[in-house]
């Protein structure tokens, strides 16, 4: 079983902002993301600035694509340099192929389905086959400040898409006592935000991630 990725989310509300944090953190990881929030509040600028910054690391576009799918790919993987772009699970089938169809032209490109809210497996077996290979199971900000906690029902959930064939990456407020309730199933990428950029020592806490990534992992 393949070690999982660290992936940073910038959720930010400036680039400038999110550029100090990767300058102190990008050292330490395996994919940067440009999150919706920074993408909402600076452009595509975000994207090409870590693209230029991080050329060797792998660059999330976390846009959150309900439409346009092919257009977007195009201007978030082939212009801007992304190589990972979401779709949510709420989109239409065809935005997830046509978005695939259009990444794939790209070295690098791909599509994950970011599963946030509600969605059900057989949707999920409708992506698996147009292609989609990747998934993200999202429990939002929203749902953690309602007191919402991982639990089995999320554990099960997330070992059912890896069954599936899903590559499968995790998110929402995770800590590092978080992550050993993930053991066992082959876990694409943990993402972390805050847990991160607004530790005491960021790249010392990106360093306890990948530690007890490893110690579960290994």
């Not at 976390?62 to 257009?71: N, P, Q, R, S, Y």
Request: with cysteine; proline share 3%; aromatic share 8%.
């Amino acid at each position: 079983m393949a070690i999982p990725l660290l992936q940073l989310a910038l959720d930010n509300t400036s680039l400038a902002e999110a550029l100090e944090s990767t300058r102190v953190l990008a050292s330490e990881l395996d994919v940067i993301e440009a999150g919706t929030v920074l993408c909402v509040t600076a452009g595509n600028q975000a994207v090409k600035a870590l693209r230029a910054l991080y050329p060797d690391k792998i660059i999330v576009a976390d846009i959150k694509v309900a439409d346009a799918g092919a257009l977007l790919a195009k201007v978030m993987i082939g212009e801007c340099g992304a190589d990972w772009m979401t779709v949510i699970c709420s989109a239409p089938v065809p935005t997830f192929e046509t978005a695939l169809k259009e990444a794939k032209k790209y070295p690098r490109g791909d599509i994950q389905a970011e599963l946030f809210g509600n969605w059900t497996f057989e949707e999920a077996a409708e992506w698996k086959k147009v292609g989609i290979k990747q998934a993200i199971y999202h429990r939002g900000r929203d749902a953690q400040a309602a007191g919402q906690t991982w639990g089995q029902v999320d554990i099960d959930k997330i070992a059912k898409l890896a069954e599936m064939g899903f590559e499968v990456s995790v998110t929402g407020g995770l800590e590092v006592e978080d992550l050993k309730l993930f053991k066992g199933i082959p876990v694409k990428a943990f993402i972390a935000g805050r847990n991160l950029r607004d530790a005491a020592d960021p790249a010392a806490a990106a360093r306890a991630f990948k530690d007890e990534i490893r110690k579960w992992w290994s």
